[in-house]
């Protein structure tokens, strides 16, 4: 026991000798290390305080301090193996000081905001293995020293800076490399290094957009480890080695967006690991060889965009694990191998656009999970097989323009998950089965062009997510049902050139978002339902070739309405006198009984007699409408006269005023122009007034914020807007100038943007006034305006509404960022909101899962304002089709390339520049918020495409799945 005791005693003893041997030995070493970290930290910009607890007298020791990790190279000393500085907003030139720690192995900079060149004194660290300088500023050329240092080091990751200069070839000398990441950097042109061939122990090879041209070198087949190839969107041209059959381990090979060339070569069929392999959008042609599906796990292969011929291989049928098949695009000919999905867990089929035949295997899917059958303009044929009547997983289903015949299976009607069904083009015959009642997720339903008869069944008016149903050129019969009129969501419906009768259902007015209505060659009969007119989205309204009476006094004034066809039925009385416009001249041709224009041009007396009586009952009914409507002007402005008298009077002596800028007025020449006829705008916060209070002060916007209280719903803003913005100047964010309060109100006095905002002039008729260059200096000076929020401002602002109309036009066109109202200052990151602010169509995704938003959320809503201008859509428009601009944008760049988005006005002229700006929209809006760049890399981007003139292929990054 004793004994025992005594023991105990000793090792004690011994472990605190120990101890003070340690911090006694170490305290030199110690010094350096920590001296390094604190002279890094120095060097370095910390806006978000990230290393605030590194601190020279701080309690711990610098192995305790965030972000870093030691190790210990004796008994007695510890040194900085590990530093980890990833995405703390960190910015400034490399910090030196870090390259003294010569025991750091891993080094992690990436996701920050570093500017200037790469440090050659990295090269020396001799026990470097891992360095991540990823998603920098990082520029000038990968230095020299690089070739022939770093005697340890596995994992160099430069991707996503400025790096510039020849492509580093020099790097193929670093022998222990395992993984070289250099994708996304500013190299010129170069081809591949021969010697890549060396680096036997590469697993990863990331060199996607490093304008690599040249040939593939077949070398590349030595690097037996190599798990993932990425060579994307480079200008790669010539053949694809067949050594590629020789990488043993892949998984994963991205060839996408080159320009390579020949026949896809034999021999991946060996390559036992391979998942994912991505050859889309090159010029490939031939036929794809036998044995790419027999790669035993092969999960997803995208050849779309080439030039690939002939049949799809027989082996297809043997791919045991193939997902994804998206051949589109091509000019593939004949049909699928019979069977094909009987033996993979096939989710993906596009094979749209190629010269397809035969009819459309009944085993697709056999196993229960394909989400998306896109067979779109080929000559498929046959019937819908019944066996995709049971497939329940379907989303997406696009056949149209095709040759499929006979009726559709009654259970391919009611499946559950379909949000699209697009038939159009075929000669589909039958009825469209009640059973549809049940496909409660149907957005999109097209049968346009086909055979289709029979009544449209009553259960359609169950489909209440239904925003297109264009059913044109059929023979449907019988009534329209009336449970249309439940399709709330509906934007436009089309069933003309059937044969459909009886009433056109009242209740219309129901459909308050239906943009188009179509129903002209049918025998429909009975009145125009009154309350359609009332429909203020309604742009267009063909009833052309009806049967359709009675009088049309109960039509309404719409000036949503651009396309009025009412000709060729049977309409009688006098056309309303706001109808009597030239635009509406062809509207009314047809209708015998219709009196139009004066009435007394032809026609027997009695009916002249009949016409002049109305006209003289119409000018009496107009001339009571003026009368009464001047009565109603002069109470209402006397009114809110006197109202603004007794504001004026009671409140004058009240104002309390903020200045921010030196002002040149007074309280009384802002709230004297708080009038109705000096309204510029109206938004959730308040109203806007134009303000001259000449001469001095020249022209002045003021925002006047709903009263506190009152109206519980209106985001109260007008706090974080005054901190917000009083202490922002910066050229391209609007100045405010002051703010006068009182008990009862509050004023923000801006500065005035003589051209509005520019959303209200883009999606105008006025669009035309802005050309390309001035869509381009927009978006630059709208990214600087974000930029300096987010990376000059200390704490940075998220600006959380950024959106076209928040974007106003100096009379100079310069464009700055306005309305602070949900702006936030972020201290600690990423910042909480308790609600989602932001405006429909410019949110980014992560809000749908997250209230936690960072800048990147602002970078996604520029970037739908960037789309805005490039396409000349807003996001709201009727052509993207129930998608937000984001998807439409997407998907059409996937399948019929960059160009066909762009806004036709300017494409002609300034294509190549469009291009561009459409790549830096789309990677503003990714859908993962690290993958977007920031706003200081945005405006990099943008002002890089006119600094110098390199043609580029038009090509997108990375093909978004349609
Ligand atoms: C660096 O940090 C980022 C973000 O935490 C991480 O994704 C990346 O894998 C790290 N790099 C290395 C080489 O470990
Ligand atoms: C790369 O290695 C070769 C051969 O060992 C050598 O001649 C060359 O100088 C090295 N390159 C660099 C940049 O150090
Ligand atoms: C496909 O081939 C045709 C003729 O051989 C050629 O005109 C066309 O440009 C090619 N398309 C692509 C995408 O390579
Ligand atoms: C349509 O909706 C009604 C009531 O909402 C429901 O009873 C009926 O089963 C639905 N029809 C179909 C085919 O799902």
Excluded at 741 to 756: A, I
């Amino acid at each position: 026991m004793a004994c025992l005791h005594r023991r105990l005693r000793l090792l004690l003893v011994g472990i605190v000798f120990c101890g003070v041997l340690l911090l006694r030995v170490d305290a030199a070493g110690a010094a350096s290390e920590a001296g390094a970290l604190l002279a890094a930290k120095a060097a370095l910009s910390d806006p978000a305080g990230a290393l605030s607890r590194w601190r020279a007298r701080s309690s711990g020791w610098f192995c305790r301090w965030p972000h870093v990790s030691c190790a210990w190279n004796s008994i007695s000393t510890a040194a900085v193996a590990g530093l980890d500085l990833s995405g703390l907003s960190l910015g400034g030139g490399f910090p030196v000081a870090l390259c003294t720690l010569r025991s750091l192995r891993d080094l992690n900079l990436s996701s920050n905001e570093f500017v200037g060149p790469l440090p050659a004194c990295l090269a020396s660290l001799p026990a470097l293995a891992r360095l991540d300088l990823s998603s920098n500023s990082f520029s000038g050329e990968v230095p020299v020293a690089y070739g022939g240092g770093f005697p340890s080091l596995a994992v160099l990751n430069l991707a996503q800076n400025f790096i510039s200069g020849a492509f580093p070839g020099f790097l193929a000398n670093i022998t222990a490399l395992q993984e070289l990441l250099l994708a996304y950097n500013s190299f010129s042109p170069s081809p591949l290094p021969d010697n890549l061939g060396d680096l036997s122990a590469l697993r990863v090879l990331f060199l996607a957009s490093c304008s690599l041209n040249g040939h593939i070198p077949a070398s590349i087949g030595k690097l037996k480890n190599l798990v993932n190839l990425d060579l994307s969107t480079n200008k790669l041209s010539g053949e694809i080695p067949t050594s590629i059959g020789n990488l043993s381990s892949l998984v994963q090979l991205e060839l996408y967006t080159n320009q390579l060339s020949g026949r896809i070569p034999a021999g991946f069929g060996g390559l036992e690991k391979l998942r994912f392999m991505d050859m889309s959008s090159n010029h490939l042609s031939g036929e794809i060889p036998e044995d790419v599906f027999t790669a035993p796990s092969l999960e997803s292969v995208h050849l779309f965009v080439n030039n690939l011929t002939g049949r799809l291989p027989a082996t297809l049928v043997k791919a045991p694990n193939l997902v994804e098949l998206m051949i589109f695009t091509n000019q593939i000919e004949g049909p699928f191998p019979p069977e094909f999905g009987k033996n993979c867990p096939l989710v993906v089929l596009d094979s749209s656009d190629n010269r397809m035949s035969g009819p459309i295997p009944a085993t697709l899917c056999a196993s229960g999970k394909l989400e998306q059958l896109m067979l779109l303009d080929n000559k498929f044929e046959d019937a819908i097989p019944a066996e995709l009547g049971k497939c329940r997983s379907l989303a997406r289903v696009r056949l149209q323009n095709n040759r499929l015949s006979g009726p559709v299976p009654p259970e391919f009607w009611a499946l559950p998950g379909v949000y699209l069904l697009e038939l159009g083009g075929n000669a589909l015959s039958g009825n469209v089965d009640a059973a549809i009642g049940g496909a409660s997720n149907l957005s999109r339903l097209v049968l346009s062009e086909n055979r289709f008869t029979g009544v449209l069944p009553t259960e359609l008016g169950n489909l209440t997510n239904m925003k297109f149903f264009l059913a044109s050129n059929n023979s449907f019969y019988g009534t329209m049902p009336p449970s249309l009129t439940n399709l709330s969501e509906l934007l436009r419906l089309d069933l003309s050139n059937n044969s459909l009768s009886g009433e056109i259902p009242h209740n219309m007015g129901q459909l308050e978002k239906l943009e188009l209505l179509d129903l002209s060659n049918n025998h429909l009969n009975g009145s125009i339902p009154a309350e359609l007119l009332g429909l203020t989205g309604l742009g267009a309204l063909d009833l052309s070739y009806n049967e359709l009476s009675g009088e049309l006094h109960v039509l309404r004034q719409n000036t949503a309405l651009n396309d009025l066809n009412l000709s060729y039925n049977k309409l009688t009385g006098t056309v309303p006198f706001f109808f009597n416009i030239i635009q509406y001249q062809n509207s009314f041709l047809g209708n015998p009984g219709l009196c139009y224009g004066l009435c007394s041009s032809h026609g027997n007396s009695s009916s002249n007699r009949h016409a002049r009586m109305l006209m003289f009952a119409s000018i009496i009914a107009v001339s009571a409408v003026v009368m009464l409507m001047s009565v109603f002007w002069f109470t209402y402005n006397y009114r809110s006269y006197k109202r603004r008298a007794a504001e004026v009077e009671s409140e004058n002596s009240s104002w309390v005023i903020t200045a921010f800028h030196k002002v040149e007025f007074s309280e009384r020449d802002i709230v004297n122009s708080l009038t109705e006829d000096n309204v510029i705008g109206e938004g959730g916060a308040g109203k806007v007034y134009k303000a001259v209070v000449s001469p001095k002060g020249g022209t002045l916007a003021v925002k006047k914020l709903w009263p506190n209280g009152t109206e519980s719903k209106r985001i109260d803003t007008f706090e974080s807007e005054v901190a917000t913005l009083s202490r922002i100047r910066h050229k391209n964010i609007v100045k405010l100038f002051c703010c006068l309060t009182n008990d009862v109100s509050r004023l923000l006095v801006y500065e005035f943007m003589p051209n509005g905002s520019l959303g209200d002039l883009l999606h105008s008729a006025k669009a035309a006034i802005l050309d390309w260059p001035m869509r381009y200096k927009i978006a630059v000076n709208a990214a600087e305006g974000l930029c300096y929020l987010h990376h000059d401002c200390v704490p940075a602002i998220i600006h959380r509404d950024v959106k076209s109309n928040n974007i106003l036009l100096d009379d100079d066109f310069s464009a700055k960022v306005a309305d602070f109202g949900v702006a936030r200052p972020i201290r600690d990151r990423p910042a909480a909101m308790s609600v989602i602010a932001g405006s429909c169509g410019y949110i980014a995704p992560e809000y749908a899962y997250t209230l936690y938003v960072t800048e990147k959320s602002d970078v996604y809503s520029f970037g739908v304002v960037i789309l805005e201008l490039v396409t000349g859509m807003s996001p709201m428009a009727p052509e993207i089709a129930g998608k937000d601009l984001v998807e439409w944008a997407c998907t059409n760049v996937e399948q019929s390339g960059p160009e066909s988005v762009l806004d036709q006005k300017l494409a002609a002229q300034f294509q190549d520049e469009m291009c561009k700006v459409l790549n830096i929209a789309l990677l503003c809006v990714k859908k993962f918020p690290n993958h977007r760049p920031s706003m200081r890399c945005v405006v990099k981007m943008l002002l890089e495409i006119k600094g110098e003139y390199k043609p580029k292929a038009c090509k997108v990054a990375e093909a978004p799945p349609s």
